[in-house]
């Protein structure tokens, strides 16, 4: 797995990396400040969050995440200068381990999950100048490598259906899909901070047309409030965009995780999946 995770960070660089004078070539907006043009960044967080899964009785100890984020970043003023609409495309590595929380935790699952992937972030924000503030909507695609320590004969607290659910997933590298709502702060031109909420779904298999059916549903939606935002809002309400952005994108977004929290492709009948809810903080490096 190690040998994944180095090749996902070394990949990154690659793709990430740029002559000096790109930025200076892609600032065509005319905008000669910070808030124009493409960046590569760096990323990190720490994250606390939990584990389910709807049908097991079993619970799972809760987690810490740590995660590298490599990626680039889109940014165009809009409306005078007032807005900024910004997209990052990034890979992401990050692991995550259980904490004991007390002496009842012989009672709850441990465990770990190396995890890697890609995705991007959209949104549109506010400039102050040297600062703005950025609130955004993320998709993701990734791969979790997950480790169970799963009961002995000698502490059997897992019942028989509990562990058929569970060897599914252990020691496996299972398909899952992320969504994160969050808002990155940028303080300067080389320093950002954030926070951001992330519901995360692992499928214990992979159905090939539920898979697509579900996703394609989810992204008409979507991108119909792509279509409204820019197409509507922006042109009549410009100082609320960002914000109706950031709450209707997110909030599909979260209404769509509940329901493939029963059903992982729906609203096609399969099962229930893993899912992972993280609260995280971040500080980005910009280049």
Not at 75 to 99: A, Q, R
Request: overall charge neutral.
């Amino acid at each position: 797995m190690s040998k994944c995770y180095i090749y996902i960070l070394i990949l990154a660089v690659i793709l990430t990396s740029k002559p000096t004078d790109t930025f200076s070539q892609s600032n065509q907006f005319g905008f000669g400040s910070f808030y124009s043009g493409t960046r590569d960044f760096v990323e990190i967080s720490y994250g606390l969050g939990d584990l389910k899964h709807n049908n097991l009785n079993t619970s799972f100890n809760s987690f810490a995440q740590n995660e590298i984020i490599l990626g680039r970043r889109t940014l165009k003023p809009i409306v005078s200068y007032k807005l900024i609409k910004f997209s990052d495309n990034y890979l992401y590595s990050s692991y995550v381990e259980d904490y004991k929380e007390g002496s009842n935790n012989d009672q709850k699952l441990s465990f770990d999950i190396w995890r890697f992937g890609f995705g991007y972030r959209k949104g549109f924000g506010y400039n102050f100048g040297s600062i703005a503030i950025l609130p955004y909507y993320h998709m993701g695609l990734g791969w979790n490598k997950i480790n169970l320590s799963l009961p002995n004969a000698e502490n059997p607290f897992v019942s028989s259906e509990d562990l058929a659910i569970l060897q599914h997933y252990e020691d496996q590298i299972k398909f899952g899909t992320s969504n994160i709502g969050g808002v990155d702060i940028r303080i300067s031109q080389l320093f950002g901070i954030g926070a951001s909420y992330e519901t995360a779904v692992i499928f214990p298999y992979y159905k090939v047309w539920k898979q697509f059916g579900s996703f394609f549903i989810e992204t008409i939606a979507q991108t119909g409030i792509d279509f409204l935002t820019e197409g509507v809002i922006i042109k009549a309400m410009p100082e609320v965009a960002p914000v109706f952005y950031f709450i209707v994108k997110n909030g599909l977004s979260y209404f769509f995780y509940t329901l493939k929290q029963e059903e992982m492709n729906w609203p096609f009948d399969t099962k229930a999946p893993l899912t992972l809810e993280t609260v995280k903080f971040s500080l980005k490096i910009t280049f």
